[in-house]
């Protein structure tokens, strides 16, 4: 028959590394909160309080001065009958159209680019990359010179003498090649890093079997960086819906408001007819908007991958 004391000795080593484990799965739980927390208060802080704080200002008749009158749904009911807000959102839409798949192309050339030449890959990434470290303010200088109609180097090398900025069908694909001159560094460096994770082993695999030239890419270079081109691809979509400054500083929405987008109206609104209701209204359906397309790239990616594509 077994004594007690014999069981207790036998159960006691299990039980010890039992206790530990559990005490282990805590020390590392209350790291993890530790390391999480400062996230979390800045994320309820400075995005969540502000988010709900414009959704209940949104659901008001307020000025920039005074938040008061509930009006419910009222402000969502006249955005989707003004013809403004639809004239705004279509032309965030033309510039995003204008600049993202642009953007991301030209990118990755760049990186093949920067990629290939590696005697001269830090000379490169520097000149592709510089540009985007200038301030919005200094770029929209630039901008404007090399699009003046009597002394810019856009009529001098295409002859002429258009005011780009000033003519209703020009103005937004100016502004959109000043961004693309601007940004194309920021999508460089990211689908770069892409290249430089892909293992070289896979190269020396496919030399061996005789692969050249284009069919590396498409076998190889495409597949490996298919993810980061979809990343890049989002990361520029959101960027160019919430295009402001350019638009701002270089036509101030005009001629005729061809480059007046959504976050340029809002900003009217709320700035030079103080009506900050409707303009954290124009706010959320704007953020709805982005948030829908961003789903729906998700969406896309996914089905591409699926296929293989």
Do not use: C
Request: hydrophobic share 55%; glycine share 8%; proline share 5%.
């Amino acid at each position: 028959m077994t004594t007690p004391s014999a069981a207790v000795q036998r159960t006691t080593p299990a039980a010890t590394t039992a206790t530990r484990e559990q005490g282990g799965a805590r020390r590392e739980g209350l790291s993890a909160t530790l390391l999480l927390a400062p996230f979390v208060a800045a994320f309820l802080l400075f995005f969540l309080a502000p988010a709900l704080q414009t959704f209940w200002l949104s659901l008001t008749e307020s000025s920039l001065t005074r938040t008061s009158g509930f009006v419910g749904l009222d402000n969502y009911a006249t955005l989707v009958q003004d013809p403004g807000f639809w004239s705004s959102l279509g032309n965030t839409f033309y510039f995003s159209l204008l600049t993202v798949i642009p953007l991301v192309g030209l990118g990755l050339l760049m990186a093949l680019l920067v990629h290939r030449f590696t005697r001269y890959q830090a000379w490169l990434q520097g000149a592709f990359f510089l540009p985007y470290v200038l301030p919005i303010s200094v770029m929209a200088l630039i901008a404007d010179w090399m699009l003046q109609p009597s002394s810019g180097v856009i009529n001098y090398i295409v002859g002429g003498q258009r005011a780009w900025l000033a003519d209703v069908d020009w103005a937004m694909p100016a502004v959109a090649l000043g961004t693309i001159w601007w940004t194309v560094g920021f999508n460089m460096l990211m689908l770069l890093a892409g290249l430089r994770n892909i293992p070289a082993e896979l190269y020396e695999a496919a030399a061996l079997d005789g692969a050249r030239g284009f069919t590396l890419f498409r076998t190889i270079t495409w597949p490996q960086l298919r993810p980061v081109v979809g990343t890049a691809l989002l990361l520029q979509l959101i960027a160019s819906l919430k295009i402001f400054g350019q638009t701002y500083i270089l036509t101030v929405g005009g001629p005729f408001n061809t480059t007046r987008v959504t976050l340029h109206y809002m900003y009217e609104t709320a700035f030079t007819y103080s009506d900050a209701g409707y303009a954290a209204a124009i706010a959320m359906a704007f953020v709805f908007v982005v948030i829908a397309l961003s789903l729906l790239h998700a969406w896309l990616v996914r089905s591409l991958a699926r296929r293989g594509a």
